[in-house]
């Protein structure tokens, strides 16, 4: 009886941990630029960081061939011409950690042309890690038969 | 349950003709496949080799057969089949008496998946050349068939199925998880049945069906020993059953079943082979590798990765041997040894690890099977959605030469369901970690040692593919 109450409280404690919306400090929104060069097969400055509701501009700039940017969950993109800068201007209203790639077939290694946006926390990152620890203690605790330490 | 019991699943697993039909589509597809990555645009993205091998197959492959059908993908496989008619002197006809080649014994020393586990890591060293050049793509899987047909030639049954091929050594070791099987019904059966025909070939024993009484099953006096080298009889564990279904067809006792099962059943008896334990921390490894430089955001290890034979590939192919064979490894066992220590039957003195054979470490490493799996789904989840939409326009333009056959030529690159990905990612490794530590709590119990080494492990990989794939 009580380690299905404690099963119980597991799920509960889970599905918290997966579907609680984040707790987020209000930060007041900026607008941010940032240059990102493209060339094969990579993004110069690969890892940009913005918070939740800020104006995002990238510039894309690219210094061999041509190359694009896509990002992953926003679905827009931009496309730069060598040597050419062009600029993609969003606002970053969904929080969470986003591949941004290349859509512009540009070579081999082009399908792994990757960089990535932080907007705000890694919300899913922190979720999984919550759920994993929940998990485990789980286990630990409650296992489901006789876990024996001692060899004999 | 017992599927075969369905008859129309039955008579389509025995007969030869629909298995022949199925295989013969797929000898086609795997020729084309060939000859697109050798003449088509070396473009890859745009090249059917590449995106029906490395997108559309890998993607079923790793999503849909092996955790759902275990070796299903080798029941179907077009690789061994040129061989295999030739070694038999038929396409649907058992094998005459005396041996068409030379039909060797397999060598001793190379029983075990140690040459699958070095063929897999040969591929895996090259893998971001192998998945972006036609050529290439088209060039291994020639000569995969062309090894499996010699192979044939020198040794008996399927010695590259079982010893060589890389993608069956992972399959088979994964295969352990999926809900099906191929097992006896009755162990007494087989206990006395004449000949064993499930291995030795029917005509081999010069068995005659029709003298039995009572008649049996009609064509199993057409069948031939089991291709895989097993022993069907004997059967405990997916890893080596090729699901050719031979076996079916040649028992003349209808003793052999396919059974739907929980998953992961054969893992309740963990194996203690170091060649299959390496295979965890191969497949493990990879998955983990190829995360952080295929999806990751650092240009430098894509470089040093396509770059082959350069000093910064040379960095990259320590680092990576090192992850699988010191790193992973030691890691475990530094965990298991360290706490099984203090009960070790000499705790004074003891040196640490006394505690931990090679018994109990590859025991142990069986959580890792359905770990790897999970973080195989994860990686794959996101390089498949990502690219899925190269196989429309593939699909009506395979050689990149500017077909239009069904009107999908210019579908528009997309990444599907981008929205969903991260919670699918969350699910299958926390899915993935909860089943391989009540996996670990088994294979711990078997051995008689703690599992929480073992659980605390997988913990810490899964933190570290979250980091990578989130
Ligand atoms: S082991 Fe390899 S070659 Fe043999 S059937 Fe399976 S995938 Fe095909
Ligand atoms: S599976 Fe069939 S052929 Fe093989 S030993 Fe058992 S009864 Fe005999
Ligand atoms: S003959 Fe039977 S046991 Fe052997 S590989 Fe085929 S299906 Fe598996
Ligand atoms: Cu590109």
């Known amino acids: 009886m009580q380690s299905r109450f404690f099963l119980l409280l597991f799920v509960m404690a889970g599905l918290v941990v997966a579907f609680a919306p984040f707790p987020v400090r209000p930060i007041a929104p ?41 990002v992953d969950g926003y679905d827009i993109s931009i496309e730069a011409d060598p040597g050419q800068t062009k600029t993609l201007s969003f606002v970053a209203d969904k929080p969470g950690s986003f591949r941004f790639r290349c859509n512009v ?21 922190y979720r999984s890690i919550g759920l994993s620890i929940i998990a485990i203690i789980g286990f630990l605790k409650f296992p489901r038969r006789p876990v024996l330490i001692t060899a004999h | 349950m017992e599927l075969t019991r369905l008859p129309f699943l039955k008579s389509a697993l025995k007969s030869r003709y629909s298995q022949l039909a199925v295989f013969i589509v797929m000898l086609v597809g795997y020729i084309f496949v060939i000859l697109a990555g050798l003449i088509g645009t070396p473009v890859g993205s745009h090249n059917f080799s590449i995106v029906f091998v490395w997108i559309a197959w ?10 759902f059908f275990g070796r299903g993908w080798c029941a179907v496989c077009p690789i061994p089949l040129p061989g295999e008619w030739l070694q038999r002197g038929a396409v649907l006809n058992p094998p005459d008496k005396k041996p068409r080649w030379l039909n060797l014994r397999w060598p001793k020393f190379l029983r075990n998946i140690w040459l699958q586990n070095i063929s897999f890591l040969l591929l895996a060293l ?37 010893y060589l091929c890389p993608v069956g050594g992972f399959i088979g070791l994964y295969s352990q998880t999926a809900p099906i099987e191929l097992r006896i019904k009755d162990k007494q059966v087989c206990v006395v049945c004449d000949g064993k025909p499930c291995y030795n070939g029917a005509s081999t024993v010069g068995l005659d069906v ?76 990879s998955a983990m590798i190829y995360a952080g430089v295929l999806l990751g955001p650092w240009g430098a290890f894509k470089d040093a990765a396509y770059n082959v034979g350069t000093s910064a590939w040379f960095i990259y192919a320590t680092i990576f041997l090192a992850i699988i064979f010191a790193i992973l490894p030691g890691f475990f066992w530094l965990m298991i040894s360290l706490t099984s220590r203090p009960f070790a039957k000499h705790p004074f003195g003891a040196p640490i690890g006394r505690g931990v054979g090679v018994r109990k470490f590859a025991s142990l490493t069986t959580a890792l099977i359905p770990l ?24 009506s333009d395979p050689l990149g030469l500017g077909w239009n056959l069904f009107g999908t030529a210019n579908a528009v690159w997309q990444p599907m369901l981008t929205s969903i990905l991260a919670p699918a990612q969350t699910l ?23 599992s929480v080494p073992v659980v605390i492990y997988c913990f810490i990989t899964t933190l570290v593919m979250l980091g990578l794939l989130l």
Request: glycine fraction near 8%; aromatic fraction near 10%.
């Open chain 2, 372 to 395: 790897g799996l999970m973080f195989w789904v994860a990686f794959s989840l996101s390089f498949v959605l990502t690219n899925a939409t190269y196989i429309l326009a593939s699909l």
């Open chain 1, 105 to 125: 077939t540009c070579g081999a290694m082009h399908p792994f042309m990757i960089g990535k946006l932080s907007v705000g926390k890694k919300v899913w990152f």
């Open chain 1, 30 to 70: 900026q607008e941010r630029t940032f240059r990102i060069e493209a060339g094969q097969f990579a993004y110069s400055s690969s890892e940009i960081k913005v918070n939740p509701g800020d104006t995002v501009n990238i510039q894309l700039v690219s210094t061999d061939v041509v190359h694009g940017l896509y």
């Open chain 2, 210 to 285: 029709q003298r039995l009484n009572p008649p049996l099953s009609a064509n199993s006096n057409t069948g031939y020993g089991c291709p895989w080298d097993v022993f069907p009889g004997g059967l405990t564990k997916n890893t080596y059953c090729g699901l050719c279904m031979e076996c079916i067809r040649t028992c003349p006792h209808d003793n052999i079943a396919i059974n739907l099962r929980p998953f992961s059943a054969d893992l309740a008896k963990p194996s203690t082979r170091l060649d299959e334990a390496f295979k965890a921390f191969i497949m493990l490894g």
């Open chain 2, 126 to 162: 090259f893998s971001s050349v192998l998945l972006t050049t036609p050529n290439i793509t088209g060039i291994v899987l020639a000569a995969m068939l062309f090894a499996a047909i010699g192979l044939s030639m020198i040794f008996e049954r399927r010695a590259f199925c079982r």
């Open chain 2, 428 to 450: 299958a490794l926390v899915g993935g970690l909860i089943w391989s530590a009540r996996t670990a709590q088994k294979a711990a119990n078997e051995v008689k040692v703690s």
């Open chain 2, 58 to 67: 890998w993607a079923i492959l790793i999503l849909v057969a092996v955790p």
